[in-house]
Every structure is written in C-alpha cells, then in structure tokens.
C-alpha cells in the first residue's frame, strides 16, 4: 500500500517550458487536491476534484490545469511555466464527506525550480 | 487567505519539556486539524477535533479548541527529537486551509 505518490521529485524548467506532474493513490479515495507550499505561506489549495473527471478550482488556479480520468490518478499541468511557479507541490487525498472535513493524506511534494 | 494562523512561529525547547502551540482563525469552522511536517516530507495528519468539542488526546499529543475565542491549541507533552517538524492547523469551512505553521525544534 503505497499510499499518495508523485513523480517527479525535482525537476527544473526554463521560463515558458511545459510539464505535467503527476499524482496517483492507492487507497480509492474519491477526493485529490493539489497544493502548492511557499516559505511563510503555508499550503494553497490550486485545484481539487471530487471524483472521476470532475475538477474544481482553488484559492490560486492562475497558470494552472488539471485533469481527473482516472479515480487513482490527479494530473497538474503547468502550461507555460513561470519563476512565479518555483515551490513546492503537494497531491493530497481522502475520502468523500464534507470537502475537508476527512482526514487528507499526502504525498512526499515535488520541488520545481523554473528559472 | 490564510484561516488559521498560529503562534509562535518558532519555538525550541529541550527534550523532556513541553511544547506548546496555538492556532487561531477568523470565521465560523466545522472542525479543526492538526499537521505535522518533517523537513523535506508531506504533511501528516495528526488529529482532528470537531467544533462540538473542547479537547482531544491522541497519545502525547492533546489538542483543546474554543470556538468562542476562535482559538485551538496543540500540546505535546515530554518532547522527544524525533518531534522537531513544522505542525500546521487547518480549518474547515467547505474547503481545508492551511496556516503558515510553527516550527518546532526540539534539543536533545
């Protein structure tokens, strides 16, 4: 039981490149998020989905897509990546309740560098 | 916007002691939790305490919450190293948000 994975663990992108990070559960969570982590800023909810192609925003969306085809899976597209993008991203996931009102699991966050 | 914010942001304390950190947040909440961050790793779920009570134990862990003063705290008796992290409250209105963090350190 893995648990929330993600890949990559690092990666580094030159202003206007694009890529796709990836995030995948093990546990049939119908809930995933993505966040992304600033120093002093604690965690920003980008964008959630609430089950199998669904997806919403979140407090900061700008820049950012998502996709939702399959339940294990939460996809976060950076279309033209921008300096203002370099932090840390976090996948996350629970079991449907209230939105937030269930424990989240987390994944160990990919490190993104755009220069 | 952050919800909760929480207090010190920084705290060191020796092993053995007590540690002590407080979390408040500005609008009503259906429940309060508490996380748990060790460097470089992703968030862990320590515990949760519903707007309808006023404490929690988990271990060595105690968590009390007043939804009169918007306020929680999270207490972690006889403090070992292996506690240095950043713990973070998160409140819950329809979404799950995040404070800033308090980072701890403990000395052995």
């Known amino acids: 039981n893995a648990g929330v994975t993600q890949t990559p663990k690092f990666r580094v992108l030159k202003t206007g490149q694009s890529m796709t990070l990836l995030c995948a559960q093990d546990m049939n969570h119908e809930y995933m998020y993505w966040y992304r982590q600033d120093p002093g800023m604690g965690l920003r909810l980008i964008h959630y989905?609430?089950?199998?192609?669904?997806?919403a925003k979140g407090e900061v969306p700008d820049g950012y897509n998502v996709s939702r085809l399959k339940k294990q899976n939460f996809l976060l597209g950076l279309e033209s990546a921008a300096p203002s993008q370099t932090s840390v991203y976090f996948c996350a996931s629970s079991f449907p309740g209230t939105l937030a009102g269930e424990t989240q699991y987390f994944g160990p966050g990919t490190r993104l560098l755009v220069l | 916007s952050q919800q909760g914010e929480e207090d010190p942001q920084a705290l060191s304390i020796q092993e053995g002691e007590n540690a002590t950190m407080n979390c408040s947040y500005k609008t009503s909440i259906n429940n309060l939790q508490w996380y748990r961050q060790n460097s470089g790793r992703g968030l862990v779920h320590l515990i949760l305490?519903?707007?309808?009570?006023r404490e929690k134990h988990s271990g060595r862990l105690r968590v009390t919450l007043d939804t009169s003063k918007k306020s929680s705290s999270l207490l972690i008796t006889a403090s070992r190293a292996a506690d240095t992290a950043s713990y973070f409250c998160a409140t819950e209105g329809n979404k799950l948000v995040f404070g800033a963090g308090t980072i701890l350190r403990v000395k052995s």
């Open positions: 305490i519903r707007s309808n009570e």
């Open positions: 989905s609430v089950g199998e192609g669904t997806t």
